[in-house]
């Protein structure tokens, strides 16, 4: 019995008071007998709603309570919807899950919400690229995560119980992020050799908050990752362009004349120039001297190769 249906019902039965069963089985896209299924479920559970017999009879709130059962006001919902809304575009799941919320919403909320969430349209593949489907593996880990169960890996040749936490994807990138017996990893999804899901249960810690743990974790890698640090000079109207493709690792320093000064980072003097030397005379690296030699070595390279081209 799947919990996320059970909730579907209760949204139902706030949003109008009385249901059968078979007014369930019809929103819901579910049988007769599920349905009968859900609401007794629901009675057992402690839920207080109760059947009234008779031709008028159907499943009921205890007070006949109406109001949402989420406490959502108007703008709340349109809010919500707006975030769950582009999901849909890309996964049928999520596109079902959400027609039926929209159905058991209290009446005044259903059509700014239904607007809200066809607002946005999320298109995640790159201009000539494909949509990169989801691994199997990350669900197989998603699967994990949610019902609280270890996970034996393969990573990097070594087999690791580790206890999954959650999930991350970053720009099509999948990261994991487990608890070991030597304390909180992160491992990319991608050179996860192998994961079985064990059927062993463990303790989630109370105080773990899987963003501000990757927010931890890119802090420290942008660290890394910012080991040298070089000094550039452009025109400003370029600065945007340099800024977009870089990200964090391009800061403005101030600038020198008419010319804007930057400090650009990354962990050695060749990816820094690999960065760079594409900008040719618009820019002047004013230091460190390595990244000057890279920068005149990548050069030198270049016009060896293509020197009889012209």
């Known amino acids: 019995m799947r919990a996320d249906r059970l909730v579907a019902v209760l949204l139902l039965m706030q949003s109008r008071g009385r249901v059968t069963a078979a007014e369930v089985a019809a929103e819901l896209e ?40 989420s406490g959502l006001n108007a703008t709340e919902a349109q809010a919500l919807f707006l975030l769950v809304g582009p999901a849909a575009s890309i996964a049928p799941e999520a596109k079902a899950a959400l ?17 809200a969430a066809e607002a946005v349209v999320i298109d995640p593949a790159r201009w000539g690229a494909h949509v990169r489907e989801r691994p199997e593996l990350v669900r197989r880990l998603q699967d994990a995560v949610v019902r609280r169960l270890r996970v034996q890996l393969v990573y990097s040749g ?13 720009d099509a990138i999948w990261y994991l992020i487990a608890g070991t017996d030597h ?11 192998d994961a079985g899901v064990t059927g062993e249960s463990f303790e989630r810690p109370n105080d773990f908050d899987l963003a501000q743990a990757w927010e931890e974790i890119v802090e420290r890698m942008e660290e890394r990752r910012s080991g040298l640090t070089a000094t550039v000079l452009m025109d400003r109207k370029h600065v945007w362009v340099m800024q977009d493709r870089l990200g964090r690792n391009c800061e403005v320093d101030g600038e020198v004349g008419d010319r804007v000064r930057l400090r650009i980072t990354a962990p050695t003097p060749l990816m820094i120039a690999q960065d760079l030397a594409g900008w040719g005379g618009l ?28």
């Open 183 to 193: 304390g909180r990893r992160t491992f990319r999804v991608d050179r996860i050799q």
């Open 30 to 69: 579910i049988s007769v007998a599920t349905a009968r299924r859900d609401l007794e479920a629901l009675s057992t559970a402690g839920i207080p709603v109760y059947p009234q017999p008779g031709r008028n009879g159907g499943w009921q709130l205890v007070g006949g309570a109406r109001t949402d059962l």
């Open 99 to 115: 027609r039926k919320l929209v159905r058991a919403l209290p009446g005044t909320f259903r059509e700014h919400a239904q607007a």
């Open 158 to 170: 070594r087999d690791r119980l580790v206890d999954p936490l959650g999930l991350v994807d970053k």
């Open 283 to 310: 820019i002047e690296v004013t230091g460190p001297p390595e990244v000057q030699a890279e920068l005149a070595r990548l050069g030198q390279e270049l016009a060896a190769r293509y020197s009889g081209i012209v």
